[in-house]
């Protein structure tokens, strides 16, 4: 019946709702996200931080990485973070495709949990694994990735099924009935849950209180680990034979760790502790008493283990292994000749260490710190090592800091005694016995047959050093900048260390220095002058043997004291200061007027000093630049000065009062000259700097600043500066480049030519810029020859038109025309870039003259690889002048003319390119040929513009075309009229 229709339904409806009623109740108790906030603490954590930790998740599907420090966290961990895909599900719905398309838990890279208090707990039982697997201990998860996800996984197939395993402790306590037993989270130890990121590289748990880790999670599960940052917290044990292999950087610093194996100091010395990939060891301020003996570490580049209770680097086998029954086959190292070939920094101050091993085989050793130990001897160190501190130990001697000077105590390493240098360079380890020999061992620390080191800064403060330092020791370091032997007990220093030539600062404060208290001077700040220390120390005694030293400056005598005046002492040190390091003689800023004079200086230039052990030289020979700079008043510099500096390279004689310079000038190597802000004229610098083309001078400099000066005019000397690379010429009175051939009056002065021609073939950069020329000569089309030329100035000058020539020159990055009074081109095209300005003059030449110029660039390519022959030279008896041979900067042999060299009239003639030899029929007929063919090309593209099956880019692209020939057609009948008329 119809009633009993309707209750059927009815009853079918209610179990239906039931049924689904179930399942969402069921959906909600499998979700680790639907109980996010019970696990977080809804009434304790702020909304903040929930919302917080719901970020960092969702960010940790997309990047792999969860960051979750300083979330308030405790003990247990929330389950969805073991879960990320379930939390991505609830979010998508029943969108499983998406959520596949996420980083899961297996595939998380890195997790950072610092600063969160794991030592807290809520102190109800919780299954902890409750999340990781269901029923038979196991979560099956389906992981999908292409090349379209762009994911870093490395699996070989594109598709697998991982299965994550229950971490071994769960499953021990799997029942008969397959049901797991509830484990109650411990306060103080790292979830164990962390073994579901089999593929994490870095795991950060600093400061969170931890008092024990997972070892076997991170032994068994963790093998992908890179990077372990477990400092400030509580351990009090760590178990280095679990970390995995892959490890590169542990930080287990500042913690209470007394043992780094899980058996303690009952280590059993058979065993190796393999880190293979480990690199950066951090275990500072910790209780260690001791390392393991047998860590191998092949590539450790960083140790740090200061702060500790350590009182031996390399500890010895225990009894008990060594009389063991079954003695292992493995050879034993300690973890210091485990990294003998790539250890940088040991750093370990502030223990208990009475001893340290010989490290002089370690020979990328950079920094070595063990300050505040209890050290009565210094290690053997290699000559590589950079800076040593050993402050405030028992130390009495640095003898042996190089054991190699045991051996050749003068530090001469001769090739003859090889086979003796081999027996004391023998060293024994462990593993085997390897004799070296010195040269092997040190080939970078041997200077012509003489040891040096690289040592810069040793540190010897607070310890029980006596009467002197070892002298062979010191006389080695001849990159010494800083020694502190303060507060020992020192009644002088070694002679040595007056002639180390880096050294900056000695710190002597604290030493009772009986024998050399006269010699010490102090500064204003209280602390020693460094420099007449070293120089009372240079007239007590020679030099050291071999190179590198500052030069003797007494008699050796006790009581030698300078018998010069004062102003000579001064001159004395000036120059001394200036032959080591730069070997620049620096006199700028002085007090010299008019001609120059200070003869102290030149009679210091003039002594002789010890250049080699065994050979001495004048002090100016020395030099190799000299800086005048900023005197402002001096007139005139002697020859005099030039005939002691006789190998300087750099001159610089900027803002002074110059009228001239040195007439023997030209005699030395210069390679940078500097005369700017001077009152050089044009002939002065013919006569000075251009006056012999074949001098040292002419085929040597590189720079040149004449700018600021009083020059008028260009001298022809200039262009025999085969190598020059820079000159500036800017800001003077330059009125036009035209050249101007001098005749010969009899009787007179032969006057130079003047303005600019072909040549400079190295040049570089020119700067003409702020003079007044009017005129540029042959200048645009010279350049030609310049092929390295970059930058040219000729802003700021008087040009009424800018020759189009110009645009020719494509080797040029940088242009400035700017400044100038012509309106030939519009300001706008000028501020433009170097390229487009050179198309703007380019386009503006039509074909003849290109034509013109191309020829003229050849005649003058021509011009400089060879002379013109002597029918068309312009010497006398039809002979050319003569000539230096130069290379160019690509290696191309070149000769420039000095005297007669070829002028623009003999480059016409040799290219028959000058306008007047061209007829004015012929060049109207050209003019009349190149206007029929642009009509003809018109023509043409006005009828393709007519074909309807043109594309609009083409079509576009052909009008472009067909204005800019059309502006051309007129352009070109204009210039066709005004020649006919």
């Given at each position: 019946?119809?009633?009993?229709?309707?209750?059927?339904?009815?009853?079918?409806?209610?179990?239906?709702?039931?049924?689904?009623?179930?399942?969402?109740?069921?959906?909600?108790?499998?979700?680790?996200?639907?109980?996010?906030?019970?696990?977080?603490?809804?009434?304790?954590?702020?909304?903040?931080?929930?919302?917080?930790?719901?970020?960092?998740?969702?960010?940790?599907?997309?990047?792999?990485?969860?960051?979750?420090?300083?979330?308030?966290?405790?003990?247990?961990?929330?389950?969805?973070?073991?879960?990320?895909?379930?939390?991505?599900?609830?979010?998508?719905?029943?969108?499983?495709?998406?959520?596949?398309?996420?980083?899961?838990?297996?595939?998380?890279?890195?997790?950072?949990?610092?600063?969160?208090?794991?030592?807290?707990?809520t102190g109800e039982p919780v299954d902890i694994y409750a999340s990781v697997g269901k029923g038979n201990g196991t979560t099956t998860t389906t992981t999908t990735t292409t090349a379209s996800q762009g994911k870093n996984i490395n699996n070989k197939n594109s598709a697998r099924i991982h299965k994550t395993k229950r971490a071994p402790q769960q499953q021990q306590l799997q029942t008969k009935n397959n049901k797991p037993t509830p484990v109650t989270a411990i306060p103080g130890l790292l979830d164990e849950r962390i073994g579901c990121y089999v593929s994490l590289r870095t795991l950060r748990v600093k400061r969170c209180k931890l008092t024990k880790l997972p070892w076997n999670i991170l032994q068994d599960e963790l093998t992908s680990l890179v990077i372990l940052d477990a400092s400030d917290n509580a351990l009090d044990a760590f178990q280095l034979e679990r970390m995995p292999p892959s490890l590169s950087t542990l930080d287990i610093s500042r913690n209470k760790i007394s043992s780094l194996t899980l058996a303690g100091e009952d280590q059993d010395d058979d065993q190796i502790i393999d880190l293979p990939n480990l690199t950066h060891f951090d275990a500072n301020s910790n209780q260690l008493k001791s390392l393991p003996y047998n860590i191998n570490a092949p590539i450790l580049q960083h140790l740090f283990i200061s702060q500790n209770k350590l009182e031996a680097l390399s500890p010895h086998p225990s009894t008990s292994?060594?009389?063991?029954?079954?003695?292992?086959?493995?050879?034993?190292?300690?973890?210091?000749?485990?990294?003998?070939?790539?250890?940088?920094?040991?750093?370990?101050?502030?223990?208990?260490?009475?001893?340290?091993?010989?490290?002089?085989?370690?020979?990328?050793?950079?920094?070595?710190?063990?300050?505040?130990?209890?050290?009565?001897?210094?290690?053997?160190?290699?000559?590589?090592?950079?800076?040593?501190?050993?402050?405030?130990?028992?130390?009495?001697?640095?003898?042996?800091?190089?054991?190699?000077?045991?051996?050749?105590?003068?530090?001469?390493?001769?090739?003859?005694?090889?086979?003796?240098?081999?027996?004391?360079?023998?060293?024994?380890?462990?593993?085997?016995?390897?004799?070296?020999?010195?040269?092997?061992?040190?080939?970078?620390?041997?200077?012509?047959?003489?040891?040096?080191?690289?040592?810069?800064?040793?540190?010897?403060?607070?310890?029980?050093?006596?009467?002197?330092?070892?002298?062979?020791?010191?006389?080695?370091?001849?990159?010494?900048?800083?020694?502190?032997?303060?507060?020992?007990?020192?009644?002088?220093?070694?002679?040595?260390?007056?002639?180390?030539?880096?050294?900056?600062?000695?710190?002597?404060?604290?030493?009772?220095?009986?024998?050399?208290?006269?010699?010490?001077?102090?500064?204003?700040?209280?602390?020693?002058?460094?420099?007449?220390?070293?120089?009372?120390?240079?007239?007590?005694?020679?030099?050291?043997?071999?190179?590198?030293?500052?030069?003797?400056?007494?008699?050796?005598?006790?009581?030698?004291?300078?018998?010069?005046?004062?102003?000579?002492?001064?001159?004395?040190?000036?120059?001394?200061?200036?032959?080591?390091?730069?070997?620049?003689?620096?006199?700028?800023?002085?007090?010299?007027?008019?001609?120059?004079?200070?003869?102290?200086?030149?009679?210091?230039?003039?002594?002789?000093?010890?250049?080699?052990?065994?050979?001495?030289?004048?002090?100016?020979?020395?030099?190799?630049?000299?800086?005048?700079?900023?005197?402002?008043?001096?007139?005139?510099?002697?020859?005099?000065?030039?005939?002691?500096?006789?190998?300087?390279?750099?001159?610089?004689?900027?803002?002074?009062?110059?009228?001239?310079?040195?007439?023997?000038?030209?005699?030395?190597?210069?390679?940078?000259?500097?005369?700017?802000?001077?009152?050089?004229?044009?002939?002065?610098?013919?006569?000075?700097?251009?006056?012999?083309?074949?001098?040292?001078?002419?085929?040597?400099?590189?720079?040149?600043?004449?700018?600021?000066?009083?020059?008028?005019?260009?001298?022809?000397?200039?262009?025999?500066?085969?190598?020059?690379?820079?000159?500036?010429?800017?800001?003077?009175?330059?009125?036009?480049?035209?050249?101007?051939?001098?005749?010969?009056?009899?009787?007179?002065?032969?006057?130079?030519?003047?303005?600019?021609?072909?040549?400079?073939?190295?040049?570089?950069?020119?700067?003409?810029?702020?003079?007044?020329?009017?005129?540029?000569?042959?200048?645009?089309?010279?350049?030609?020859?310049?092929?390295?030329?970059?930058?040219?100035?000729?802003?700021?000058?008087?040009?009424?038109?800018?020759?189009?020539?110009?645009?020719?020159?494509?080797?040029?990055?940088?242009?400035?025309?700017?400044?100038?009074?012509?309106?030939?081109?519009?300001?706008?095209?000028?501020?433009?870039?170097?390229?487009?300005?050179?198309?703007?003059?380019?386009?503006?030449?039509?074909?003849?003259?290109?034509?013109?110029?191309?020829?003229?660039?050849?005649?003058?390519?021509?011009?400089?690889?060879?002379?013109?022959?002597?029918?068309?030279?312009?010497?006398?008896?039809?002979?050319?002048?003569?000539?230096?041979?130069?290379?160019?900067?690509?290696?191309?042999?070149?000769?420039?003319?000095?005297?007669?060299?070829?002028?623009?009239?003999?480059?016409?003639?040799?290219?028959?390119?000058?306008?007047?030899?061209?007829?004015?029929?012929?060049?109207?007929?050209?003019?009349?040929?190149?206007?029929?063919?642009?009509?003809?090309?018109?023509?043409?593209?006005?009828?393709?513009?007519?074909?309807?099956?043109?594309?609009?880019?083409?079509?576009?692209?052909?009008?472009?075309?067909?204005?800019?020939?059309?502006?051309?057609?007129?352009?070109?009948?204009?210039?066709?009229?005004?020649?006919?008329?």
């Amino acid at each position: 019946t119809t009633s009993q229709r309707s209750n059927v339904s009815s009853a079918r409806s209610n179990a239906t709702n039931n049924t689904n009623n179930t399942k969402n109740s069921n959906n909600t108790k499998s979700n680790p996200w639907s109980s996010l906030e019970d696990d977080l603490g809804t009434n304790s954590t702020p909304a903040q931080i929930q919302a917080r930790f719901r970020t960092e998740l969702s960010k940790a599907r997309s990047t792999g990485r969860l960051a979750l420090k300083d979330m308030g966290l405790t003990s247990p961990l929330p389950n969805a973070m073991f879960d990320l895909r379930s939390g991505l599900t609830a979010a998508n719905g029943n969108d499983t495709e998406k959520s596949w398309e996420s980083y899961g838990e297996e595939m998380l890279i890195s997790l950072d949990l610092s600063e969160n208090d794991l030592s807290a707990s809520t102190g109800e039982p919780v299954d902890i694994y409750a999340s990781v697997g269901k029923g038979n201990g196991t979560t099956t998860t389906t992981t999908t990735t292409t090349a379209s996800q762009g994911k870093n996984i490395n699996n070989k197939n594109s598709a697998r099924i991982h299965k994550t395993k229950r971490a071994p402790q769960q499953q021990q306590l799997q029942t008969k009935n397959n049901k797991p037993t509830p484990v109650t989270a411990i306060p103080g130890l790292l979830d164990e849950r962390i073994g579901c990121y089999v593929s994490l590289r870095t795991l950060r748990v600093k400061r969170c209180k931890l008092t024990k880790l997972p070892w076997n999670i991170l032994q068994d599960e963790l093998t992908s680990l890179v990077i372990l940052d477990a400092s400030d917290n509580a351990l009090d044990a760590f178990q280095l034979e679990r970390m995995p292999p892959s490890l590169s950087t542990l930080d287990i610093s500042r913690n209470k760790i007394s043992s780094l194996t899980l058996a303690g100091e009952d280590q059993d010395d058979d065993q190796i502790i393999d880190l293979p990939n480990l690199t950066h060891f951090d275990a500072n301020s910790n209780q260690l008493k001791s390392l393991p003996y047998n860590i191998n570490a092949p590539i450790l580049q960083h140790l740090f283990i200061s702060q500790n209770k350590l009182e031996a680097l390399s500890p010895h086998p225990s009894t008990s292994s060594s009389s063991s029954s079954t003695p292992s086959t493995t050879p034993k190292k300690t973890l210091l000749q485990s990294c003998q070939k790539t250890l940088q920094t040991l750093y370990a101050p502030e223990n208990s260490l009475q001893s340290c091993p010989n490290l002089d085989q370690h020979v990328k050793l950079q920094v070595v710190e063990l300050r505040m130990n209890q050290l009565k001897k210094t290690p053997s160190i290699h000559a590589n090592l950079i800076r040593l501190d050993l402050n405030n130990n028992q130390i009495t001697s640095i003898e042996g800091l190089y054991p190699i000077l045991d051996k050749y105590p003068t530090a001469k390493i001769t090739e003859d005694a090889t086979a003796a240098a081999a027996a004391a360079a023998t060293t024994t380890t462990d593993e085997t016995k390897t004799t070296t020999t010195v040269t092997a061992l040190h080939k970078d620390n041997i200077d012509d047959g003489w040891y040096r080191t690289n040592i810069k800064e040793l540190h010897l403060q607070g310890n029980n050093l006596e009467s002197t330092l070892h002298d062979a020791t010191i006389s080695v370091m001849t990159k010494l900048t800083f020694l502190d032997v303060s507060h020992n007990d020192l009644d002088k220093v070694p002679i040595a260390l007056g002639y180390l030539p880096n050294v900056r600062r000695i710190a002597l404060d604290g030493n009772p220095l009986r024998s050399i208290r006269h010699s010490v001077k102090y500064g204003e700040d209280g602390s020693v002058d460094t420099d007449k220390l070293k120089q009372s120390m240079r007239l007590k005694g020679l030099p050291p043997p071999g190179p590198g030293y500052l030069p003797y400056e007494g008699d050796g005598g006790a009581d030698s004291r300078p018998s010069t005046t004062q102003k000579l002492k001064d001159a004395r040190s000036l120059v001394r200061k200036s032959i080591c390091g730069e070997r620049k003689l620096d006199m700028t800023n002085s007090a010299y007027t008019g001609d120059l004079s200070a003869a102290e200086i030149l009679t210091a230039l003039g002594e002789e000093v010890r250049d080699t052990a065994s050979s001495t030289t004048k002090a100016g020979t020395m030099i190799l630049t000299w800086d005048l700079a900023n005197n402002a008043t001096i007139s005139t510099i002697g020859r005099e000065w030039l005939d002691a500096l006789t190998n300087i390279s750099v001159l610089d004689v900027t803002q002074n009062k110059l009228s001239s310079l040195p007439e023997n000038l030209h005699e030395r190597s210069i390679r940078t000259l500097l005369c700017g802000r001077n009152q050089l004229s044009s002939m002065s610098v013919q006569r000075t700097i251009c006056v012999d083309p074949v001098s040292d001078m002419a085929q040597k400099l590189e720079h040149l600043d004449l700018s600021a000066n009083q020059l008028e005019w260009v001298p022809d000397g200039l262009f025999a500066l085969s190598s020059l690379r820079t000159l500036n010429l800017s800001h003077n009175k330059i009125k036009d480049l035209t050249w101007e051939k001098q005749d010969d009056e009899e009787g007179e002065e032969t006057a130079p030519n003047r303005g600019w021609k072909h040549g400079l073939v190295a040049l570089v950069q020119l700067d003409l810029s702020n003079n007044q020329i009017a005129d540029l000569g042959f200048m645009p089309l010279a350049l030609s020859g310049c092929k390295g030329l970059r930058i040219l100035q000729l802003n700021n000058n008087n040009l009424d038109d800018i020759p189009l020539e110009l645009g020719c020159l494509k080797q040029l990055t940088t242009i400035n025309l700017a400044g100038n009074p012509q309106k030939g081109v519009r300001t706008s095209v000028l501020s433009e870039s170097c390229e487009v300005i050179l198309e703007y003059l380019f386009n503006k030449m039509d074909s003849l003259d290109v034509s013109r110029v191309e020829e003229q660039h050849r005649a003058i390519e021509a011009a400089l690889v060879s002379p013109p022959d002597s029918e068309g030279g312009e010497g006398e008896g039809g002979e050319s002048g003569p000539h230096v041979d130069t290379t160019t900067s690509e290696g191309q042999n070149t000769t420039v003319e000095n005297d007669e060299s070829p002028t623009l009239e003999w480059l016409e003639e040799q290219t028959g390119s000058d306008a007047a030899s061209v007829s004015d029929e012929e060049r109207l007929m050209q003019k009349e040929n190149s206007i029929r063919g642009l009509k003809l090309k018109i023509e043409d593209m006005s009828e393709r513009l007519e074909q309807l099956s043109l594309s609009q880019s083409k079509r576009n692209d052909l009008k472009t075309s067909l204005a800019m020939n059309r502006s051309q057609l007129i352009r070109e009948e204009k210039e066709l009229m005004a020649a006919s008329s």
